[in-house]
């Protein structure tokens, strides 16, 4: 493959780069995957692209590509959908609720699959949560697939997942700048089809592009603003959180913009030990469970097939929450 030929393309700046087509950026993301570019050819593609920023169509080769080489998991069995949950930004300022949804979600019965990394620029993570709850890290694919036959939630670390996607987002430490994998990760559906995505990005340019790649390729997720990246609902405001499926994308929940009434109680600070002391208590009962949260549960339950439609899930999420309180 003539690489040079590619970053002269793409390599011309905002304004005088070519776009690839969906075939070409599948080719070039394949390589890149297989670890077939060199270092210096692969910094240089890699700041083209974000010079440049990614059109769909480069967006969806590149997932596509990211796709041919992931492993397929089973969907355990019944008529619920496992969620998946990419969770790759941590927590800096509040607490990481990532895994309190993944723990409400086997909690009603639907099976959950995390995937991450344990360690993120200092930030709290998913896993460092997860192990400091009593869950472990899958050490294989198989174990997590058994994990989740078993037990309805397993966390599978992105390097077992996609170990050239996981290459890709190392890159970051060395160029200083995010790429497209950042995106790519949250996007991943090792079910092949058959889950309930819950993606989340951090800026609204990003929702625009996430919204397209997902409703063109035919995903099921659920769609929203994270916390400061993390997919669950800011639990001091609901933003809007969107239902693709079959190619279409309606609103669930609309964002919340009024003043804030009554604040949630949270942990006191985003250590892990913190935050699963919180967790904890959500769960007995003793803590709020924060409404924007309770209402993103009860998106999961619709979305994912355990509640009929969304009345009942709301229904559920209230009623028969086994004694969680809510606010």
Known sequence: MNFAAYIREIGRGATGARDMSRAEAQDLYAAMLDGSVPDLELGAIIIALRMKTETVDEMLGFLAAAHERLPTLRRPGGRIRPVVIPTYNGARRTANLTPLLALLLQR????????????????????????EYGLQPSSSLQEAQLLMDQHGLAYLPLPLLSPGLDRQLALRSRLGLRNSAHSL???????????????????PDYLVSMRTVLTSVGAHALLLRGTEGEPFAN???RPTIEHIHGGVSDILFEAEHDSLRNLPQLPENCDAQATVAWIRRVLAGEVSLPLPIANQLACCLYASGRASDFHQAKALVAVESNGLAMV
């Open 108 to 131: 009603y019965g639907v099976p959950v699959l995390l995937h991450g990394l344990g360690d993120d620029y200092g930030r709290v993570t998913s896993e460092q949560v997860l192990r």
């Open 185 to 203: 990760v949250k996007m991943l559906d090792p079910f092949q089809g058959d889950a309930l995505l819950l993606a989340a990005a951090t800026h």
């Open 235 to 237: 639990p001091k405001r």
